[in-house]
């Protein structure tokens, strides 16, 4: 029996459903990056305000592109064998960790679902992963 996986995903956690015949198992993983929180300013020799807010935003992006890298690897860790792999959320996260999928050489052309929805309950996620595969 082959085993399916589908997974709700936003920048904050990933709620993972595989399904493997008759057993089905759901896992949260936390991505643990930073919100989009600008950060306070102040006053730094060297530079203007503005300039020093540009520099700030920039460098806090760039860790936050770094985080959310880190949080797409852990979850296609999860992935493992997946036959048929179904992505659901609200914002870009789904499509990014799409783009991550199709580089893994035995990933690659398995995603057959990429949805936009609102969050879901485990039971409607389980119910929506089911419905794609069966």
């Known amino acids: 029996m082959k085993k399916n996986t589908g997974l709700w995903i936003d920048h904050k956690e990933a ?13 949260r993983v936390e991505s ?6 600008k950060p306070s300013g102040g006053w730094k020799a060297g530079g203007t305000v503005v300039a020093q807010s540009v520099y700030n935003e920039r460098t806090a992006d760039e860790r936050r592109k770094h985080q959310y890298h880190a949080f797409y690897q852990k979850v296609i860790g999860l ?5 048929g792999i179904a992505l659901f959320g609200p914002g870009e996260a789904k499509i990014e960790l ?3 999928i199709e580089k ?3 990933l690659r ?4 679902v990429v949805e936009i929805c609102d969050r879901l309950t485990e039971n409607q996620l389980i119910a929506r992963v089911k419905k794609c595969f069966l």
Do not use: F, P, R, W
Request: no cysteine; net charge negative.
């Open 79 to 83: 992935l493992g064998d997946s036959a």
């Open 32 to 37: 643990g990056a930073e919100s989009h929180i």
């Open 15 to 27: 709620v993972l459903v595989s399904i493997e015949g008759d057993q089905t198992v759901v896992q």
């Open 104 to 106: 893994v050489n035995d």
């Open 109 to 112: 052309g398995k995603v057959e």
């Open 98 to 100: 799409a783009k991550e």
